[in-house]
């Protein structure tokens, strides 16, 4: 059942939009409160968040997300299926042909190198953990193609150990919301975690993520049909009309604001 939609409240920025989001002058225990109670209205506008790749364990994870690299979620998960059907674990995947495979995942873009990629980390795999994705970010980290953003997707949504996810959605959402002036994703997530509950890091990644792609656009952000406008200081950054604003929204559940 979708919350009852309410209009958003603002609250007046501090700062120009113009001016960085972050403020050094705010104090650690300032940012940390005001970052926890968006984060639970986060939660209020987006209670549909998920993760959108398609998968039934945690190899099909492992390659959807190396595979959603510059693509989205929806194009991976209509190749998703063939591939699986045919290569349905490591060992399988491992003594694939290259061509084939690349066949497979050409509509996803860059399907050469994503076909090496998965065929490598496959391999890897069935050498070094006897065909099965280990549970741990040390030993993620070490497989072709597989950074702290992939691992941390993994073990998040299919080990159930909490992670942050630092995509491009992410960071730029984070870096809005004043919480953070870093660029590198290692470091962002380093603060990120010293201001969001360790239990709700995974949750938390994916209705920022939602709310990334639903309302606060790179090029537009809705900022008058926000929930989170009366404590981000980039509100006006996007249209701050609320009208103008609702128009931006991908979804209605997006619309139910405060």
């Not at 639970?40 to 390659?63: M, Q, S």
């Amino acid at each position: 059942m979708q919350p009852t939609a309410r209009p958003a409240a603002r609250r007046a920025p501090a700062r120009r939009p113009a001016a960085a989001p972050f403020d050094p002058d705010e104090t650690p225990l300032a940012r940390t409160r005001r970052a926890r109670r968006m984060a639970r209205e986060l939660a209020v506008l987006h209670p549909d968040a998920h993760c959108e790749l398609d998968f039934t364990n945690a190899f099909e994870l492992l390659v959807a997300t190396v595979l959603s690299a510059q693509t989205t979620d929806k194009t991976v998960n209509k190749v998703t299926p063939a591939l699986f059907a045919r290569y349905p674990d490591p060992v399988a995947l491992a003594g694939a042909d290259r061509a084939e495979v690349e066949a497979i995942l050409k509509p996803t873009g860059f399907f050469r190198a994503k076909a090496a990629s998965v065929l490598g980390l496959a391999q890897a795999l069935v050498e070094r953990f006897d065909g099965e994705v280990p549970g741990r970010m040390a030993d993620l980290v070490t497989l072709p193609g597989v950074g702290r953003k992939t691992a941390n997707v993994v073990l998040g949504n299919a080990f159930g150990v909490p992670g942050l996810t630092v995509d491009t959605h992410f960071g730029r959402l984070v870096r809005r919301f004043g919480w953070t002036a870093e660029e590198d994703p290692v470091k962002v997530e380093a603060e990120i975690a010293e201001l969001v509950p360790k239990r709700d890091w995974t949750m938390f990644s994916h209705r920022v993520i939602f709310h990334g792609r639903r309302v606060c656009h790179a090029k537009k952000a809705a900022c008058g049909a926000c929930g989170l406008a009366r404590w981000c200081p980039s509100f006006g950054i996007g249209p701050t009309d609320p009208g103008a604003a609702a128009k931006l929204v991908k979804t209605p559940a997006a619309s139910d604001t405060e």
